[in-house]
């Protein structure tokens, strides 16, 4: 009212309430409230209420904060992650394969020669691993003997799968004889530990390089106590001679060789795996794997009558193996989130297939060193009930299963050799890092009694209940629903576009809005009712337009680079009498038309009003910027580089003084609408790029999710791999969750790139397939295979040449590193991938004589050869006083082509005729 005083205090003297132009400024100080309400609306109700015109571009907590391996924390949960691997050690100080020694004499000041210091070269980690498969870490074998009409359990060691004398049988080899070398007539040494024997045997073998024989040594245990070791030993050593004597499927040389082939190709499979997350000037050595020091328990249980003693019994070793080995546990986003853990520590590394890992757990200290009884007690007597409860809690004493543990020892074994055997306080384990402790089942010797008499149970139903409970226990491990999606307040829909015309809030009295006049009203009345209309329609639009930009506020910050506006209108052709209001709309025309037309003069005039041309490059730039910012990226340099490129290309084109005005400023236009573009590409590739910064390979699979299929099979997994649509090669093992299936996907993508890899198999119906392994061995691992079939054998060789060509062409584009791929962005390069250059360009640009041989033209074909379709020719020719200088012009043309010719924006298509077109 104030500021009403002052504007027209000499004009306008009656500012009471009842006076019209109160009432208006009310109505539009109302209109204006209540569209300030809507703009402070909270921010997930905004963006839910603008999905009518398109979902908002945000980039999700799970894409934007996660990295790629940066610390060997980030690198132990990578391989934490695969399926293989139960637990993994990552040292940084490495040494290099080859030695190398610091020379001050000689410049650089390295020297092969061994001096006083050896060189550490940064970037070199060394990685042990632990299988998930417990037997692969182990070289100890249990079987069973019959001697004299009983049977004895025996645990026989051979050498590690990593071993020199293991070496032939990675790859597969046909064993001919296996025979025991004795020393002198004594074919098992007894050693100095109780029941232990040493032995030689020698394997004749056939292999890729023929015929050969290695020499192996094998330690013998017998588990079991002996009631007459005198009499029994020489007839127990005798049948274990006849077993590790015997090859064929099943014996133990079969055993080995098997378990030594599954080893290797595990450590390849997961070093394969290793080096898809290798950062820049880093490099794992070969990997190793942690071998076990079995622990054995001895105790005497005093029991009840009122339980399944094997069942009791495989629960306890099972608590005593968990408390030896902690299992890994993977957790859901939502469990985390319960237990008060934030973005900042959820999503702290890479993000992994099966879950998330709690650093509580994973992240504190390696294997102990030492094992303390009484904690072996503790786990013993909290399984004194079937309620499981504790020692602390009161309990009736009559009701115990367990009642008392005594003579409880603990020993370790090595190799089959024991270490340290019965200690009665706390057992010192032998190098951690190196052999990590597991439970022993066949060394163990529980004894139950109940009434002072020892009780019988059935060790072999102990035996296979045991490795079924870890299986149970193991399923647990794995979330449901591993899923990284932080869940994002979703909003209300509000009408946040809806309008509602001021007008419609005046008194009839005025005559405009929904009421609108009697039909009696006068000519004059009408006239100063419609007049009015036109004075209230700026505001109208004004506000409308208010509406409007809130209602496409998702097209607004969007990274779309085919967004064609930034500011938004809304046109009010449902204003009573607008018709008679817009001059863009002739009198007696369709006014139905009119309205239905999205491209009406009216709506037009609107956009043209509020955006020109040159205002929308400049703010929809303006807006890409704000993006990137939020990303941590600006491309400042690449526009001035950009625009720099444009004044060239100016200046090359000689244009006269007077269309020099409209040269700039249509090449300023170009300039702009080309960073727009190059903006909203790198805006999509932000968050990879800037998660994997250090990355040095590209791999497919986590920049095309459409090459990669995962579909469920009963409770398993299987993958597909699908190339332009077409299925190439799928499993032929099924996965126990997505991200196994996801993992053995990548390997397939690595291998299938590689003729070396493939083979051919008959299928049922004299037709063939083509299959990918894990090495070229004829026992070497089938890692996947194709889903078609061919009737000849040539046929499905060729099918697997193309396969193999087409795999090595993805692997080939995806080969570019984040920091490439951050090149290209940062200076316009639009190929972001790498190609492998096959045909020299010379082959598609034709140089041909113009009438005379000093008189050239060019042009480009489709195929090389000159052949195909004919693409591009100069506008004119190339004359000079010789061939040869007449030939150089036109190569210094068909190079300027190729420089602007990768660009579509140096493109002009102009009409020659209707329907046709030319470039």
Known sequence: MELIRQLARETWTD???????????????????????????????LLRSGEAHGSADLVPAHRALPCGPVTSRDLRHLLLDHPLVSDARITTEANSDV??????????????????RRVRPSGLFEVMIEFEERIWNSNTYTLQVDAGGQLYSLDMALPHWDEDQ????????????VSMQPDGTVAWRPLEESQTYFGELQVDYTDADGSAAIVLWVLLNITGTLAQPALVTPV???????????????????????????????????????????????????????????????????????????????????????????????????????????????????????????????GGPANPSEIYLSDILRLIMLRRSPAGTDLITQENPTGRDIVAVTNLTVSNYVNNRPITVDAKDCLHLVEVERYRPRLSLAKSRIILVRNGAEVNYDTSRVANLFPEMQE?????????????????PRGEALPVEDYYPIQNDLPPLYGVGETGLAPSASRERRATALQ?????????????????????INRFFTANPEAQATYFTRALLDLPEVHKLLRSFPSGGDWQAFVSDPQNPYRRALQEGVE???????????????????????????AQELHRWAQTQLAEANLQAMELPAGMEARRRAANAHLIRSKAAFLLDAPELNANRMQAFGNPLRRRNELLRIEPSGSDYNWTLTLDGQALL??????????????????????????????????????????VKDGPEATARVVGESLQTWLTEPAAQSALAAAAARFAAIRLEASLTPMEQRIAHLTGIRRRVRQRLLVPGDAFFEIFDNGVSTEKSWRLWEFPGYSGRELLSSVSSFTAPTEEEAIMLAGQSIRQVMRYGMDVWHYQVSPVAPDLHTF
């Open 166 to 177: 293991a070496a032939p049988f990675r790859t597969g080899a046909t064993i001919n004889t």
């Open 612 to 638: 020109s041309r040159d205002h929308f490059l400049d703010r929809r730039n303006r807006m890409l910027d704000h993006l990137l910012a939020r990303q941590g990226e600006e491309t400042v340099a690449w």
């Open 99 to 116: 030695p190398f020694y610091e020379d001050e004499t000689v410049d650089p000041p390295f020297t092969y020669a061994p001096g006083t």
């Open 236 to 362: 127990i050593l005798d049948a274990a001679r006849s077993v590790v004597e015997t090859i064929g499927a099943g014996s133990l040389i079969a055993r080995f060789e098997q378990r030594v082939q599954a080893a290797y190709g595990a450590v390849q499979e997961v070093q394969r795996y290793l080096e898809t997350w290798r950062n820049l000037c880093e490099a794992p050595i070969p990997i190793s794997v942690a071998r076990v020091q079995e622990i054995a328990i001895r105790a005497h249980i005093e029991v009840t009558s009122s339980h399944d003693l094997e069942h009791m019994l495989a629960d306890i070793f099972l608590a005593i193996d968990h408390m030896l080995s902690p299992p890994l546990r993977f957790y859901s986003l939502a469990e985390l989130r319960d237990r008060g853990k934030d973005t900042e520590h959820l999503f702290n590394g890479p993000l992994l297939q099966h879950g998330f890992l709690d650093e509580a757990e994973v």
């Open 730 to 771: 799928r499993s032929v093992t099924a996965y126990a969750t997505p991200g196994a299936a996801t993992i053995a996907a990548e390997e397939a993508m690595i291998l299938a790139a590689q003729n070396t890899f493939y083979d051919r198999v008959p299928v049922p119906g004299g037709e063939h397939r083509y299959r």
């Open 472 to 488: 149970q226990a193991r399923t647990i491990t794995l979330p449901q629903n591993p899923s990284p999606i932080w869940p994002v």
């Open 532 to 552: 009015l209309q036109g004075y209230l329609l700026l505001f109208e639009q004004f506000l409308a337009d208010i509406t409007a930009q809130l209602g496409h």
């Open 15 to 45: 500012h009471h309430v009842h006076d019209p132009g109160i009432t208006l400024l009310e109505a539009f100080i109302y209109a204006m409230t209540e569209l300030g309400f809507r703009i402070q609306l909270d921010m997930p109700d």
